[in-house]
């Protein structure tokens, strides 16, 4: 296919799906949809609006501030318990659904799979649940002995009543001794999960990062590092930890996969910050340049390019001595990739793709999908911001159809005209598009695979993507557009 043929698809494609709505809506939803190219002129990545409130009654695959605090920043801490004060549902739901791996003995010294909550009813509705909640904190310190911390994860209902979390956590952590933060992180705030990522931030900002406890008798070296933003889905952050060793670093805090509190109160002490997503981090490391002077670099881990890339870019902030070790590190690892590129690429060699996902990786796994010779045709994100985008574009390598918090009709549609041979998206689209006939991989907890992230990691992605794409299942089921 031409370029000048994808191009009039997917403006094509877009008309099709406006003509649908009443005026308003279309209105509206037409600033969140439109195509861009990587030839130096200015398309749908520094026009598209984003950040902006769902059009009431349309299927979002958005997620609530709650989940961006408590699922995302807070909930990987294994060696704190963070409580959800308010109805159960939402605990549960938010309860090991990411795949955060850690390291430790669940229910002893570590929690992250475990449900907290304070299970708020009709009568704490009616007469606040304020004495609960401090009861509930009393109850996990008296049964769990060995956590280091507590988080209050506020619900929906707690702003809407009143209750003073606040209060509560600033009295029991002057009665217990422990650190006790509570996040105001309703579910109703904002637009999406992304205002949760920043309430999180800050309460790591006011309330984690002054204690000095952990900092007095830490030994710093020339070499320190913080890996931020890499929540350890599947064991990514694992990878990424082995390759910045063996070229020389030693990473002191990994925010917040297998995190532990005391990693979150030295960060400040690296020598620069290591960040990984920045949609949902970049809020303190901008806060630890400020406020310490610890300065802060994006990389990206996703196939063998883009990790080269990265790793020559952290090395390049660092002596020659890490800067030589780096690239025997990148060495000793293409004779690998170039084998998993020789083995999978024929099978994959120009299929395309069309992603929606959340955080970094409608951009970042761009780069993995080209190693092996496969095409982005349409990308975009569920909570993405204007900076989100402007860093997409230069991550197109084709024309490329950007939606913003696209819903379920839009991105069907788009699926029926473009034709992708592959769809990478959420939890929530995968069996629409498998019902369709369609090969699908859910790119938020990587299907149940993973880690993703590094040379060795490369391996697992390459072999998901042909298992789902050339699996013999297609064979006795058609896509739509084929059963014509």
């Known amino acids: 296919?031409?370029?000048?043929?994808?191009?009039?698809?997917?403006?094509?494609?877009?008309?099709e799906v406006l003509a649908a709505y009443p005026e308003k809506a279309k209105k509206s939803r037409e600033k969140h949809l439109g195509v861009d190219m990587p030839d130096g002129v200015k398309g749908a990545c520094d026009a598209t609006k984003s950040n902006k409130q769902t059009v009431p009654g349309v299927m979002s695959q958005r997620g609530c501030a709650y989940a961006g605090s408590k699922g995302v920043v807070w909930g990987p801490v294994k060696d704190m318990i963070h409580i959800s004060h308010g109805p159960v549902g939402c605990g549960q739901y938010s309860r090991a659904g990411r795949?955060?791996?850690?390291?430790?003995?669940?229910?002893?010294?570590?929690?992250?799979?475990?449900?907290?909550?304070?299970?708020?009813?009709?009568?704490?509705?009616?007469?606040?649940?304020?004495?609960?909640?401090?009861?509930a904190l009393a109850e996990i310190d008296g049964l769990f002995p060995l956590n280091n911390g507590i988080s209050i994860q506020s619900e929906c209902p707690i702003g809407l009543i009143g209750d003073d979390i606040q209060a509560v956590a600033k009295g029991y952590k002057k009665e217990s001794g422990k650190p006790t933060v509570a996040v105001s992180c309703e579910g109703f705030r904002g637009?999406?999960?992304?205002?949760?990522?920043?309430i999180a931030n800050d309460m790591i900002?006011?309330?984690?990062?002054?204690?000095?406890?952990?900092?007095?008798?830490?030994?710093?070296?020339?070499?320190?590092?913080?890996?931020?933003?890499?929540?350890n889905i599947g064991g990514d952050a694992w990878s990424s930890r082995i390759l910045l060793e063996e070229m020389g670093l030693r990473v002191i805090a990994q925010w917040s996969g297998d995190a532990t509190y005391k990693e979150l109160t030295i960060a400040?002490?690296?020598k620069i910050n290591l960040l990984h997503c920045y949609r949902s981090m970049n809020y303190v490391v901008r806060h630890m340049e400020q406020e310490f002077g610890?300065?802060?670099?994006?990389?990206?881990?996703?196939?063998?390019?883009?990790?080269?890339?990265?790793?020559?870019?952290?090395?390049?902030?660092?002596?020659?001595t890490i800067q030589a070790k780096t690239e025997a590190v990148i060495a000793k690892y293409t004779a690998m990739t170039d084998a998993v590129v020789a083995k999978y690429r024929p099978k994959l060699e120009g299929k395309t793709v069309m992603l929606y996902v959340g955080g970094l990786r409608p951009r970042h796994v761009i780069g993995a999908y080209e190693d092996l010779g496969m095409k982005i045709i349409g990308t975009g994100y569920e909570f993405g911001h204007g900076d989100d985008y402007k860093r997409?574009?230069?991550?197109?390598?084709?024309?490329?159809?950007?939606?913003?918090?696209?819903?379920?009709?839009?991105?069907?549609?788009?699926?029926?005209?473009?034709?992708?041979?592959?769809?990478?998206?959420g939890v929530k689209e995968k069996y629409v598009f498998q019902k369709m006939g369609l090969p699908f991989r859910q790119m938020h907890s990587w299907d149940y695979s993973g880690p993703y992230h590094g040379y060795d990691a490369f391996a697992i992605f390459?072999?998901?993507?042909?298992?789902?794409?050339?699996?013999?299942?297609?064979a006795h089921t058609k896509a739509p557009w084929e059963s014509n």
């Not at 370029?3 to 008309?15: D, H, K, N, R, V």
């Not at 670099?297 to 790793?311: I, Q, V």
């Not at 390598?397 to 839009?410: A, H, K, P």
């Not at 005209?417 to 990478?424: E, G, M, T, Y």
């Open 191 to 198: 637009v999406s999960q992304s205002l949760g990522h920043h």
């Open 205 to 231: 900002r006011d309330e984690v990062l002054p204690d000095n406890s952990y900092k007095k008798d830490f030994e710093s070296t020339p070499y320190d590092v913080a890996i931020i933003g890499d929540y």
């Open 462 to 474: 390459a072999k998901d993507m042909d298992l789902a794409l050339n699996s013999p299942v297609w």
């Open 268 to 270: 400040p002490k690296a």
């Open 294 to 320: 610890v300065p802060w670099m994006e990389y990206n881990f996703f196939g063998p390019s883009k990790t080269t890339e990265s790793l020559r870019k952290i090395a390049a902030f660092f002596d020659e």
């Open 1 to 15: 296919m031409t370029t000048e043929t994808l191009l009039s698809q997917q403006e094509a494609a877009i008309a």
């Open 99 to 135: 795949r955060n791996y850690y390291i430790g003995t669940t229910g002893v010294d570590t929690y992250v799979t475990m449900n907290f909550t304070t299970d708020y009813n009709e009568k704490d509705i009616v007469f606040g649940g304020d004495k609960k909640l401090k009861a």
């Open 392 to 425: 997409t574009k230069d991550e197109l390598n084709g024309t490329t159809l950007i939606y913003d918090d696209t819903n379920e009709y839009e991105l069907e549609q788009f699926v029926k005209r473009l034709k992708p041979d592959l769809v990478a998206s």
